[in-house]
């Protein structure tokens, strides 16, 4: 009898704490992490602080355990559980100091019951599994989160005013313009994500990044009684500029040199009067394997970004099988026609990316170049 008193006075003590009232004077600000130097890092963080006269806590979303099992398999098939944080102010921003990354704070202009509602949220969120969610790049991240959690405690009657230098962009440009067009992770996001993000976003899917929610709060009100934001303040400024790598193993380089290559190689068989059978061997199997990788991106995962990919039309799946018809000095009149049907995707490509259904990565362009006179030569030579 006694151990179970004890364990319903716990039980209740657990629950009272977890409800427990934050004083009148809580602060409660959002904070916006800037930049770091690799791609994870690229488009910034959000947080939300919440200082009261006893604790000075930051919670934040979208972080992941590098622990969980099959932790590898459940991120490349959209499946992962990303987590939310909770951390000691000070260790923060010491954090982010040292990683030399800006550190800008917006005090919001909240009631206590609305104050009240956020902590509630936060403390329950985190003692539920620390709030595990599917994570989603442009729908549920570190920065929606933060925006839903602000929504949901002003019973969505927060106002957004466009900012001074909004401009209508589609959610591909949104990402490019965190990134140099000339990096491999820039290259990367444009091969791997699909045409479902070159739909133009709406303003308030602009959020989905950490510097808009910044710029959207600003100038934002609530139930256009009052101002979201009562004071903003830089609390680090970064002084350096992160680096872009070294240019000479850029992908504008790099894939001109193969590209230079390609066509160097086909016009000398062109001059012989021969084919060199093992480029075009490496050329179908590293092709075919892209298109598989693509394939799998858009039909066995969870992505939603991965969707309607038509950088199939140059990297296509069936080009693996092709390698070995590649590889014979006389391949199947089939092949031909795989061939023809890889200069017509090139062509489609190009309608495509002229009518905007999809962007492509302007560092593939001397690869597709050379690839399309590749194609061409096997036309004239195999027709022989």
């Not at 989905?208 to 400024?237: C, D, G, W």
């Not at 850029?250 to 290559?261: G, K, M, R, Y």
């Not at 160097?264 to 093992?278: L, P």
Request: with cysteine.
């Amino acid at each position: 009898m006694k151990l179970l008193l004890r364990v319903l006075f716990l039980l209740c003590f657990t629950v009272a704490f977890s409800q427990k009232n934050i004083p009148n004077n809580t602060q409660i600000s959002v904070l916006t992490i800037g930049p770091g130097n690799n791609l994870n890092d690229a488009f910034g963080h959000s947080g939300i602080r919440l200082k009261t006269s006893y604790s000075d806590i930051v919670y934040d979303f979208g972080r992941y355990n590098f622990e969980d099992p099959n932790f590898y398999l459940n991120f490349a098939r959209g499946k992962l559980n990303y987590l939310q944080g909770k951390a000691n102010y000070n260790n923060l921003v010491n954090f982010y100091k040292q990683q030399n990354r800006s550190i800008k704070e917006q005090l919001l202009n909240l009631s206590a019951e609305e104050k009240q509602s956020i902590y509630t949220f936060l403390e329950t969120n985190y003692a539920n599994n620390q709030g595990a969610y599917l994570y989603d790049f442009f729908y549920d991240n570190c920065a929606t989160k933060i925006r839903d959690v602000i929504e949901n405690a002003t019973n969505g009657n927060i106002n957004y005013q466009l900012p001074d230098n909004y401009e209508d962009k589609t959610f591909r440009t949104l990402i490019q313009d965190e990134l140099h067009y000339n990096t491999w992770g820039s290259l990367g996001i444009d091969i791997a994500l699909g045409a479902v993000i070159d739909r133009t976003a709406t303003p308030r899917e602009h959020l989905f990044l950490p510097k808009n929610i910044y710029t959207f709060f600003e100038k934002a009100t609530i139930s256009n009684e009052k101002e979201l934001v009562s004071s903003s303040k830089t609390i680090f400024k970064s002084d350096t500029k992160f680096q872009k790598g070294n240019f000479l193993l850029s992908p504008s380089v790099i894939l001109s040199v193969l590209a230079v290559l390609i066509i160097f190689i086909t016009y000398r068989d062109y001059k012989n009067q021969c084919r060199t059978k093992i480029l075009d061997v490496i050329l179908h199997l590293v092709l075919g394997l892209i298109g598989v990788l693509l394939t799998l991106l858009w039909f066995a995962t969870d992505h939603t970004a991965t969707a309607y990919n038509y950088n199939l039309l140059w990297a296509f799946p069936l080009s693996i099988l092709m390698m070995f018809q590649a590889c014979k000095s006389e391949p199947k009149k089939w092949f031909v026609g795989y061939i023809k049907f890889s200069v017509l995707m090139l062509c489609l490509l190009t309608v495509h990316w002229i009518s905007g259904v999809q962007r492509f990565a302007p560092t593939l362009i001397p690869l597709l170049i050379a690839l399309f006179i590749r194609y061409i030569f096997l036309l004239k030579f195999l027709k022989k």
